[in-house]
């Protein structure tokens, strides 16, 4: 092959430089859209109402899920856990119509699921 057709290899690193910098972008982007959620959602949990929260994605990022402000909810830690262990689930749009079904625990001696444990549900 002459030498000007030569592929020029790319530069070590590269690749990582460009996972980093699409991380941070994404990051960027998560970090306004939570602003918007926090807002829309009072900066309360959806489920329980406590003012501490953390903003969820409803359909998880590693289902595919995005960024939108549709798929973002504000749960605090305790609920953000039962969403996680699938004690809780949350379908639907967030900036429509969210359905929020507590499931009970599972096996006998378990608990009310009516409380599913989050502080401020009764």
Known sequence: MPAH?????????TAQKQRRARKRAADAILAAKSAIVRERDCNSCVVCF??????HHIKFRSQGGTHDTSNLVCLCAECHGLVQNRRIVITGSADDHLTITLRPPSGPGRGDARNAGCAGVE
Do not use: D, E, N, R
Not at 50 to 55: G, S
């Open 5 to 13: 057709m030569t592929l020029a290899k790319p530069a070590k690193g």
């Open 50 to 55: 406590f003012p501490h929260v953390q903003v």
